[in-house]
């Protein structure tokens, strides 16, 4: 099945600075979905970005559908953008079922 | 539009003993799927539900069970509780068709003592 890695597993940062967050996956996708889990365990949609540039606030994700890799930039963050981010896809004909990266745990200080 | 909800929002059982998890989807979405989350294994999908129909299912023992209503409402079963299915259990919802982004709700905390 597909194969989906993120880069990296853990960044600190201090508040104000910037970040790229990467997920690399291994097949052709109909969906690519980034999330960020929140405290209490709920996975809220960041971006749905099966290819191209998509931009909401802080926060933008880039597909390259043909290079098989997505990034996600958080900018000026704040400490409220700590959490896991995680990112999934769902494979072309495939089973529409989410395959998940491991995420990304960001810490950010004050 | 009221998001993806599920009762309950945390649970203690024993083992051996049975457990059924609600989920009930936005507003006119059709497919519900299941997601388990352990730190171990990490987010790995369970199984999709369609128009009451189960769609897929992921590598997961007959233990777990599910079915969705013609509300698209969908109830997960797991039955004879091990230690290691202590887990948060993610429910998501999507429209269908060509709409294929999915949206999930706060989860179910289970502990199996």
């Known amino acids: 099945g597909i194969q989906v890695e993120q880069s990296p597993p853990d960044l600190i940062l201090q508040e104000g600075a910037n970040s790229t967050l990467r997920c690399n996956f291994s097949?052709?996708?109909?969906?690519l979905q980034w999330f960020h889990q929140n405290p209490w365990g709920q996975l809220i949609n960041l971006f749905y970005?099966?290819?191209g540039t998509k931009q909401n606030g802080r926060l933008s994700a880039t597909t390259v559908a043909t290079e098989r890799y997505s990034l996600l930039y958080i900018s000026s963050s704040q400490t409220t953008d700590s959490g896991v981010y995680f990112c999934?896809?769902?494979?072309?004909?495939?089973?529409?079922?989410?395959?998940f990266g491991k995420g990304t745990k960001l810490t950010v200080n004050p | 539009k009221a998001g993806v909800t599920q009762t309950p929002r945390y649970l203690i059982k024993t083992r051996g003993q049975q457990v059924t998890l609600s989920c009930s989807p936005i507003s006119g979405h059709r497919s519900v799927s299941w997601y388990q989350q352990t730190p171990g294994q990490g987010l790995q999908f369970l199984f999709e539900y369609f128009s009451e129909t189960q769609r897929n299912k992921g590598n997961f023992p007959g233990r777990f069970s599910g079915r969705q209503f013609s509300n698209s409402r969908s109830e997960m079963n797991v039955s004879t509780l091990e230690l290691g299915d202590s887990a948060l259990y993610l429910c998501?919802?999507?429209?269908?068709?060509?709409?294929?982004?999915?949206?999930f709700g706060p989860g179910t905390r289970l502990t199996v003592l």
């Open positions: 998501a919802s999507k429209r269908g068709g060509s709409y294929n982004e999915q949206f």
């Open positions: 999934a896809v769902d494979s072309q004909g495939g089973s529409e079922k989410l395959v």
């Open positions: 097949d052709s996708v109909n969906n």
């Open positions: 970005i099966p290819s």
